[in-house]
C-alpha cells in the first residue's frame, strides 16, 4: 500500500459526458502528479501540482482540467468524454516538486471506460 | 527533451534464470533514472532509482541496474527469476528541475515454471 489512495477506482460513462477522478496523497507530500496509461499512448504525464499551484503541464488535453484543493487531495476532471479516454488513471505524490528525484508513490488507478 | 526506449515489450525467462530488461534513455541532461513494476491490476511501484554517486544501484526483491553513460543505458537484472516476479516493468527519467517521469513503454515479463 502507497498511501496514495484513488476514488473511484472503476467508472463507466458515456460519450460526451463529464467525469471526475479524485485523489488524496500520502501524507504529508505536497505535490500530486497525474498520469494516463493507455494502450496506444502508454503511460503519460498529465499535469502536476504542488501545494495547491500548478507545476507542470505534459500531455494534458484542453477537456481536461485538474485542481489541488488546500487539504492537499487532488481532482482530475475530464469533460466531453470520448471513446478515446478510456484508459487508466493514476495518481502519484510525493514530498516535494522540483528536485527531480524524488521517489513517487502510485495509488492503484482509476479505470475508466467510456462507451 | 527526454525519452526512454524499453527493448523488447514481452521477455519470457525459466524460474532461476536471469532477468534483463533492457532501457535506453536520451537526455539533454543528466538524468535521473527509474524502474517501477506494475502487478496486475495494480498501481506502480518503485524497485530502484538512480540520482547521483554508484551506478550500480541495488533495489528492492533483489533486482539492480547499472548506469552506464556512455551507452545511455539503465538496464535492469536480477540473477534467479521468481515466478512472483512476472509483472509490467517501466522505466522513467525525470530531470533536475522537473519531477515529472517520463516512462518506456514498459517490458512485460513472463516468468516460466
Known amino acids: 500500500d502507497s498511501g496514495v489512495t484513488q476514488t473511484p477506482k472503476h467508472l463507466i460513462t458515456a460519450t460526451g459526458q463529464r467525469v471526475t477522478l479524485r485523489c488524496s496523497p500520502r501524507s504529508g507530500d505536497l505535490s500530486v502528479y497525474w498520469y494516463q496509461q493507455s494502450l496506444d499512448q502508454g503511460l503519460q504525464f498529465l499535469i502536476q501540482?504542488?501545494?495547491?499551484?500548478?507545476?507542470a503541464k505534459g500531455n494534458i488535453l484542453e477537456r481536461f482540467s485538474a485542481q489541488q484543493f488546500p487539504d492537499l487531495h487532488s481532482e482530475l476532471n475530464l469533460s466531453s468524454l470520448e471513446l478515446g479516454d478510456s484508459a487508466l488513471y493514476f495518481c502519484?505524490?510525493?514530498?516535494?516538486?522540483?528536485?527531480?528525484?524524488?521517489?513517487?508513490?502510485f495509488g492503484p488507478g482509476t479505470r475508466l471506460l467510456v462507451l | 527533451a527526454q525519452s526512454v526506449t524499453q527493448l523488447g515489450s514481452h521477455v519470457s525467462v525459466s524460474e532461476g534464470a536471469l532477468v534483463l530488461l533492457r532501457c535506453n534513455y536520451s537526455s539533454s541532461v543528466p538524468p535521473y533514472l527509474f524502474w517501477y513494476v506494475q502487478y496486475p491490476n495494480q498501481g506502480l511501484q518503485l524497485l530502484l532509482k538512480?540520482?547521483?554517486?554508484?551506478?550500480l544501484v541495488k533495489g528492492i526483491n533483489g533486482f539492480e541496474a547499472e548506469f552506464k553513460k556512455s551507452e545511455t543505458s539503465f538496464h535492469l537484472t536480477k540473477p534467479s527469476a521468481h515466478m512472483s516476479d512476472a509483472a509490467e516493468y517501466f522505466c522513467a527519467v525525470s530531470q533536475t528541475g522537473a519531477n515529472n517521469l517520463f516512462f518506456g513503454t514498459g517490458t512485460r515479463l513472463t516468468v516460466i515454471p
Open positions: 538512480y540520482t547521483t554517486g554508484a551506478t
Open positions: 501540482y504542488y501545494n495547491g499551484e500548478e507545476r
Open positions: 502519484a505524490s510525493s514530498p516535494v516538486s522540483k528536485t527531480g528525484q524524488e521517489t513517487q508513490y
